[in-house]
């Protein structure tokens, strides 16, 4: 795991939070607008959301872990944008393939106009 992609924290004011997550967010939104098929989509995936040694872990370990309490609010806040971001791109670049996945998952959600669906 590479975590020199994920910026240092010096101090957890608004500022230093809204620089390094913007950062993470960029980064984010620069490795998903590179993604080209579904290995692709899938090593993102790992990247981001890998359980033991995906980049938001990492995150929750160096910045949430570490805030001081009065800081925790602020980076869980900022801490679920960036996962719900990640989600969003996730979802937006498996297309349909996870739509149809989720279709087969659940038949009620499908609808079929000829038959008064």
Known sequence: MMTD??????????????????????????????????????????????????LLNEVSSRYLKAAPPEAKKAVGERFKNLKELVEGLLEKSSGAGLRTQRSKQNPSTLRCPELGG
């Not at 924290?9 to 984010?28: G, H, S």
């Open 5 to 54: 992609t994920i910026p240092n924290l010096t101090a957890f004011d608004d500022a230093a939070l809204d620089k390094a997550f913007a950062a993470l967010e960029k980064q984010a939104g620069d490795d998903a607008a590179a993604l080209d098929g579904s290995e692709a989509v899938e090593a993102f995936r790992l990247k981001w959301l890998g359980r033991k040694q995906g």
